[in-house]
C-alpha cells in the first residue's frame, strides 16, 4: 500500500533558527513529490514538485530535496508568516490519479 | 491562468437534510477534479475523482456522491447528511500525474 509519512507532527521554531522537514514515502515507482503550505481555514497552496533523486528546489526561505526514499523541506532563517501546515504528496493508484497526502507537519515559528 | 472556484465557505446543515458543493475549474479543458475531505488530525481523505464528464470514481463507501455535469464542473451531494459528514471538504484539479490546485475549502458543519 502507498504511503506517505511526516515528521515531526508539529514543530516549534524560534524566529531566525532553520530546521527541516520530513517526509518519507513507500509509492512504488514515484511519479513525483509534492509540498504544499496550508493556512488554517485554507486550501492547501502548492509550493514544490520533485521527480528525481537528488533534485532540489527553493523558493525564498525554502528548499525541499528528493531522495529515493524521503524528502526533506528546509526552512532557513524561519518568519512568523513561515507558520503554517506543510503537506507533502505522492501520485499513486494506477495512472497516477490518486493524490496520497501524508498527515503534514504543523510549523510554528515564534517571534 | 487557471483558477479554481469552490463554493459556499461554510455551511452549517441539519442531520437528514441534502447537500450540494459545487467546484468550477476556469483556464483548462480536461482536467482531472476531485473531492478531499479533510478531518483534524488526519490528514486529507480522497472521496471522489473524475477523468472526465459523467465519470467518477469513489474511493471511500459513504452517503455522499459526486457528479460532473460538466467538463470544468464537479459536484459532491448527499440526499441526507450524517454528523459524521462534518469536515472541511476541498476539490482540486490536475493534469494527470502533476501537482494538484486547490480551492479554498467548505467547512461543513451537521449539526
Known amino acids: 500500500e502507498d504511503q506517505v509519512t511526516q515528521s515531526p507532527e508539529a514543530l516549534r521554531l524560534q524566529e531566525g533558527e532553520s530546521s527541516s522537514l520530513n517526509c518519507s514515502y513507500t509509492?512504488?515507482?514515484?511519479?513525483?513529490l509534492f509540498w504544499y503550505r496550508q493556512d488554517p481555514g485554507k486550501g492547501p497552496e502548492f509550493l514544490f514538485t520533485?521527480?528525481?533523486a537528488g533534485e532540489e528546489k527553493e523558493k525564498e526561505r525554502l528548499k525541499a530535496t528528493l531522495t529515493k526514499k524521503e524528502s526533506f523541506l528546509h526552512i532557513t532563517a524561519p518568519k512568523p508568516e513561515d507558520s503554517a501546515t506543510y503537506l507533502c504528496?505522492?501520485?499513486?493508484?494506477?495512472?497516477?490519479?490518486?493524490?496520497?497526502f501524508g498527515k503534514g507537519t504543523k510549523l510554528s515559528v515564534i517571534p | 491562468s487557471q483558477t479554481i472556484h469552490q463554493w459556499p465557505a461554510t455551511l452549517v446543515q441539519p442531520v437528514g437534510s441534502p447537500l450540494s458543493l459545487e467546484c468550477t475549474v476556469e483556464?483548462?479543458?480536461?482536467?482531472?477534479l476531485y473531492w478531499y475531505r479533510q478531518a483534524a488530525g488526519r490528514g486529507l481523505q480522497l472521496l471522489f475523482y473524475?477523468?472526465?464528464?459523467?465519470?467518477i470514481s469513489s474511493e471511500v463507501p459513504q452517503n455522499l456522491s459526486a457528479s460532473r455535469p460538466q467538463d470544468r464542473q464537479f459536484i459532491l451531494s448527499s440526499k441526507k447528511l450524517l454528523l459524521s459528514d462534518s469536515g472541511f471538504y476541498l476539490c482540486?484539479?490536475?493534469?494527470?500525474?502533476?501537482?494538484?490546485?486547490f480551492g479554498q475549502g467548505t467547512r461543513l458543519t451537521v449539526v
Open positions: 504528496a505522492a501520485p499513486s493508484g494506477a495512472g497516477s490519479y490518486q493524490l496520497t
Open positions: 473524475s477523468v472526465g464528464i459523467g465519470q
Open positions: 483556464g483548462t479543458s480536461n482536467p482531472n
Open positions: 509509492v512504488s515507482g514515484l511519479r513525483g
Open positions: 482540486a484539479w490536475n493534469r494527470q500525474g502533476t501537482e494538484a490546485f
Open positions: 520533485l521527480y528525481s
